[in-house]
């Protein structure tokens, strides 16, 4: 998922609005810090998807018949294989 800096600068505000929030949560450091770390995270993890997404278009296009990208069966291949990236994510996470 692609998000102009703009956006994810206002992510970041919310999601610290909400930490602030939290009497759970304690942070060390100024706030302008924290933001900025988070700010870095989500960046990094739009980075993640992409290139999962750019595999996955690989993925499709390796196919020995050619799947117009957009079709049906197109979409459901797209699915079907991020979903499976996905569970390789939440394995090397475990």
């Given at each position: 998922?692609?998000?102009?800096?703009?956006?994810?600068?206002?992510?970041?505000?919310?999601?610290?609005?909400?930490?602030?929030?939290?009497?759970?949560?304690?942070?060390h450091?100024?706030?302008?810090?924290?933001?900025?770390?988070?700010?870095?995270?989500?960046?990094?993890?739009?980075?993640?998807?992409?290139?999962?997404?750019?595999?996955?278009?690989r993925?499709?296009?390796?196919?020995?018949?050619?799947?117009?990208?957009?079709?049906?069966?197109?979409?459901?291949?797209?699915?079907?294989?991020?979903?499976?990236?996905?569970?390789?994510?939440?394995?090397?996470?475990?």
């Amino acid at each position: 998922m692609r998000l102009s800096h703009e956006k994810i600068v206002h992510l970041s505000h919310l999601l610290l609005d909400e930490l602030l929030d939290d009497d759970r949560v304690d942070y060390h450091g100024e706030e302008s810090e924290v933001r900025q770390r988070i700010v870095a995270l989500l960046k990094a993890e739009l980075e993640k998807d992409d290139a999962v997404q750019e595999a996955i278009r690989r993925k499709i296009g390796s196919q020995k018949r050619n799947v117009p990208e957009g079709s049906p069966e197109w979409e459901l291949l797209y699915r079907k294989y991020y979903e499976e990236e996905l569970a390789k994510v939440k394995r090397l996470r475990e």
